[in-house]
């Protein structure tokens, strides 16, 4: 695929299902990660894959998360927060590790992060996979990120749903239109 269709067709996935990135596919989704523009080469990427029965543990973590948060929650809502990571067959967390106090400065090292996110989404693209980036109150929760390995100070940048995009057909899954890009830019005049 052309770089320039690649990014032009790009699209959030709506539905996925199996298959899942291989672990060939995932290796190539990060190796794209980690050559995100890098300023100080803090490298503050941090990412976590989660697949099969760990993506209904996850829910669980979700979940017992979202109770923590809201003790009155209602059973309906832990119901749907524990469903949400069987979205698809895998999910991979991505992270921000800022160096606080460090001379890059912390907006930098968190959009490094991000830039190394959307690499990703841009390479699942690329090798024929569907993808989703999701947040949410889990993506803020300091008990999910250390449940998964991150320090609680860390930046969870997206939860990132890989798969096989099923979600095409009925208008109410496709995608929704983007703007004109030129109405997003001005130029200055000095």
């Avoid at 979940?63 to 009155?72: E, I, L, Q």
């Avoid at 999910?91 to 990703?120: D, F, L, Y």
């Amino acid at each position: 695929m052309d770089a320039l269709d690649l990014l032009l067709t790009r699209e959030s996935a709506l539905k996925l299902d199996a298959p899942a990135p291989s672990e060939a596919d995932l290796d190539k989704m990060f190796q794209s990660a980690v050559r995100a523009p890098d300023h100080g080469r803090l490298r503050p990427w941090r990412f976590v894959v989660i697949e099969g029965d760990k993506r209904a543990r996850l829910g669980d973590l979700m979940a017992d998360a979202m109770r923590n948060r809201d003790p009155n929650v209602s059973e309906d809502m832990l119901v749907r927060e524990r469903a949400k990571p069987l979205r698809a067959p895998t999910i991979v967390v991505a992270a921000a590790r800022v160096q606080k106090g460090h001379r890059i400065p912390e907006c930098e090292q968190i959009a490094s992060a991000a830039a190394a996110t959307q690499n990703i989404m841009l390479a699942a693209h690329a090798l024929g996979y569907g993808a989703m980036w999701k947040t949410g109150e889990p993506a803020y929760d300091p008990t999910v990120k250390t449940a998964l390995g991150l320090n609680a100070d860390d930046e969870i940048m997206g939860f990132l749903y890989l798969g096989t995009n099923t979600g095409t057909g009925a208008p109410a899954s496709r995608p929704a239109p983007r703007p004109a890009a030129r109405d997003q830019v001005t130029v200055w005049a000095g």
